[in-house]
């Protein structure tokens, strides 16, 4: 089984709808959680880190299920400038990040 | 600029040709990563440097050889590649390892021919 498993899309999503994916992680001493945004040949940029309480920036929610020992990432009102790769990472606590392959994301106009 | 800069951004070496990358930080970073992205694969961890010690080498060939002289620098070694080896090759920093995200510099796009 994959450390950091994603559904490597494409989602093809309407500019303004809401879009949301699932990661799910195999350690489960993952203590720390994140999403990265990764555009077309260009570097991978932390978009946010995941809290247990679930956490909100803007139109970007994301929540933590220990339980089941997954993350998710929800966008609203998508815009035409979330079209990239998001990246799910997770990590132990002061040990290396590892990263998923990436869902790739499309907002159509 | 993230604060994490790496020269050059594009490099096309032959098999033969020995080259280096470097990358180069002023965040106050004490952990510094190499990192190799192909196409259709997730982030390969190369080479792992804490407070400039090596701490990781995830069983990468000795013709990549990395290079910390201090807590803001990192260099990439590269002799006698092979056309696998093109990629794109991303340094990253972080305050300390894992709990905190990563920034990323730019990359460098390897061709190896």
């Known amino acids: 089984r994959k450390e950091v498993e994603q559904d490597p899309g494409p989602f093809n999503v309407p500019e303004g709808a809401t879009v949301a994916f699932n990661c799910t992680y195999s350690n489960s001493a993952s203590q720390s959680f994140f999403w990265y945004r990764q555009d077309c040949r260009k570097e991978p940029k932390l978009l946010m880190s995941v809290y247990s309480s679930g956490n909100e920036d803007g139109r970007f929610t994301a929540q933590l299920n220990r339980a089941s020992q997954y993350i998710s990432l929800l966008i609203r009102d998508s815009k035409l400038s979330d079209s990239a790769t998001y990246l799910c990472v997770v990590s132990p606590l002061n040990e290396k990040l590892t990263f998923g392959t990436g869902t790739r994301l499309t907002i159509i106009p | 600029e993230t604060g994490v800069t790496q020269t050059p951004r594009h490099l096309v070496m032959g098999m033969t040709n020995k080259k280096s990358l470097k990358c180069e930080q002023h965040l106050g970073h004490n952990a510094m990563y190499w990192y190799k992205q192909s196409a259709k694969k997730p982030l390969e961890l190369m080479f792992v440097?804490?407070?400039?010690?090596?701490?990781e080498n995830n069983s990468v060939p000795s013709r990549f050889s990395p290079e910390c002289p201090n807590s803001s620098h990192l260099f990439l070694h590269l002799h006698t590649l092979q056309p696998e080896d093109s990629a794109l090759y991303l340094c990253?920093?972080?305050?300390?390892?894992?709990?905190?995200?990563?920034?990323f510099g730019s990359g460098t796009r390897l061709t190896v021919v």
């Open positions: 440097y804490n407070f400039k010690e090596q701490t």
């Open positions: 990253a920093s972080s305050l300390d390892r894992g709990y905190y995200g990563y920034t």
